[in-house]
């Protein structure tokens, strides 16, 4: 199976929240794993806010930077393109969708028209009823 690792779940993984096993469990027993660039810097900026706001040390941001580019270097990373801007313009089936979901649900769109057996694994509620919506799998299945 391919996956679309969609920031929600990715954060939920870094982050060990609850939930995180499961989609570990998906992205490590997934054929192929692709995402946005937008995904990256999204995880990035996550992790340089919980530096900031004292949620994290200096030194557990700089293991989770390592696991996530050690994570990338085995993703298929799809740049932001005019034609994933252009659907994300779009309407979506379970508005309202704000803007950087639009980018990652046209980047899963755009991806599957190369990748017709695409699914989402995604913790974010709007994106996941979107993504049911317009035909993917979601995962996981129950969000906690």
Known sequence: MTLYAETSAVLRWLFNEPGADAILERLRDAEKVVCSRLTLLECRRAIHRAVNGARIRAA????????LAQAAARWAILELTSEVAARAEQGFPAEPVRT???????????????LPALALVSSDE????????????VFPEIVP
């Open 60 to 67: 557990d941001a700089a293991e989770l930077r390592v696991v």
């Open 126 to 137: 709007r994106v996941r009823a979107n993504g049911l919506e317009l035909g993917f799998a």
């Open 100 to 114: 950087l979901d639009a980018v990652h649900l046209a980047s899963a769109l755009v991806l599957r028209e190369l």
